[in-house]
């Protein structure tokens, strides 16, 4: 019985983690947003080109914040360096600091850099999904380093973009296209070439005159299109770290958080049924504040913990009302940090399941509702009353 019901709880355990300790009846709030942030499914790509071509102004665009500036990324080598953004589940490989007329010099012991780091992977998580080779549409001619770094991730089977920066207007397409057509000759035998012209920015000529950004739809089209199959989840985090499309962004992050929901709700079902002694109220409270956690990590909140506590208090407290009534919410209550022991009845697993996908999805209605399509940033109310109105207006449920 006992063996049989630790092996029950697994579910519960895998989802919440260590933020929750059963023999104290604490909750990490701290570690339930670090395990949400590290959870998240990542996207990892490996960008070329020299200095100056317009890398950090393309990513800072298609990511919404310079990665490169914001992460401080780790020198694998002395030319390429790796950026981790635990916010946005990106991981980053920049070929960092070398000038244009450096990048002949330095390409041999770029290839080798590459060379040696892919071989050092240990697991196809750690693989670059994607490779953006930028060239600068200004420019006279194609480097044969850029031919090189083609067939390179060729050979590592690296679905590689060239992304022809800086692409003002008619005036750079007559180099494209020969660019492309001394990448595709047949002495360089590069078989597929994907490329896409952008002007990542927006160009000011002077005061009445803009070149609007363009081409980004593009690259994000083309980006999806060539993730490998096999990589499902680092489809969906470059759907939800892009911000070139909101509405894609958007769908994407409420289609990983309805999965948060239903891993919240089989924990909390297995509590629920669980016929262990005790009170269920604040494993599924852990399980439902678990959830909260990696939802908002999958809309990329995070920052304030204080604030987001006191939206899971609330939260838990509201939802509580409309269930057990108040002698449950001051368990609850005890439950949250500052503690105290805990008492308590026992919860149905259909009551558990139903309460926890209630809230989870009246939580991603919320962030929803605060989702700013211009910006394609969710942006909470500071004041923890209004979001918790919010959540009162989508929360129903009947008891
Ligand atoms: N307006 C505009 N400027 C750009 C664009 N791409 C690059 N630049 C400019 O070109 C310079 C070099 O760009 P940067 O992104 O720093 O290149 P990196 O060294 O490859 O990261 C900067 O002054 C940018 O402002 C663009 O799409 N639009
Ligand atoms: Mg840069």
Avoid at 229 to 252: C, D, F, P
Avoid at 281 to 303: D, G, H, V
Avoid at 313 to 330: E, F, M
Avoid at 366 to 383: C, I, Q, R
Wanted: with cysteine; hydrophobic share 40%; proline share 3%.
């Amino acid at each position: 019985m006992v063996s049989k019901a630790s092996n029950v709880f697994d579910a519960f355990d895998k989802f919440v983690g260590d933020a929750y300790n059963k023999e104290t009846n604490t909750f990490d709030s701290k570690k339930a947003e670090d395990n949400a942030f590290n959870g998240k499914d990542k996207f990892n790509i490996i960008l070329f080109g020299a200095t100056g071509v317009g890398k950090s102004t393309l990513v800072n665009s298609f990511f919404g914040e310079d990665l490169a500036e914001a992460g401080k990324g780790k020198p694998v080598t002395q030319h390429l360096t790796k950026i981790k953004s635990k916010k946005k589940g990106v991981v980053l490989w920049d070929t960092k600091g070398i000038e244009a007329k450096d990048y002949d010099l330095t390409i041999n012991q770029l290839k080798k850099d590459i060379k040696n780091s892919f071989e050092e992977y240990k697991h196809v998580d750690d693989v670059p999904h994607l490779g953006w080779l930028c060239v600068d549409s200004s420019s006279s001619r194609i480097e044969p380093r850029d031919i090189e770094l083609l067939k390179l991730t060729e050979e590592y089977e690296i679905p590689t973009i060239v992304v022809f920066t800086k692409a003002y207007g008619e005036s750079e397409d007559e180099f494209i296209e020969c660019a492309i057509e001394e990448i595709t000759s047949e002495k360089n035998k590069i078989k597929n070439l994907n490329y896409v012209k952008v002007l990542s920015s927006d160009y000011r000529i002077n005061k009445s005159i803009t070149i609007p950004s363009h081409g980004m739809d593009k690259l994000l089209g083309i980006s999806l299109k060539l993730l490998p199959e096999g990589v499902k989840g680092a489809t969906n985090a470059l759907k939800k770290a892009q911000v070139v499309k909101s509405e894609i962004r958007l769908e994407a992050m409420k289609s990983s958080a309805r999965k948060v929901v239903h891993a919240a709700s089989v924990a909390a079902g297995v509590v629920g049924a669980s016929p262990i002694p005790g009170s269920d109220a604040p494993l599924i409270a852990a399980a439902q504040s678990t959830m909260i956690y990696k939802i908002n990590a999958e809309f990329e909140l995070s920052s304030d913990i204080s604030n987001a506590t006191s939206v899971v208090t609330g939260i838990l407290g509201i939802t509580a009302i409309a269930q057990v009534g108040k002698a449950v919410v001051s368990n609850l209550l005890k439950f949250i940090p500052g503690v105290g022991s805990v008492i308590g009845g026992a919860i149905s697993a259909t009551t558990a399941i139903a309460l926890t996908e209630a809230v989870g999805h009246a939580y991603i209605a919320v962030l929803e509702a605060y989702f700013n399509k211009e910006t394609g940033v969710v942006e909470l109310p500071s004041n923890t009353t209004t979001i918790l109105n919010t959540f009162k207006e989508y929360f129903s449920f009947k008891r």
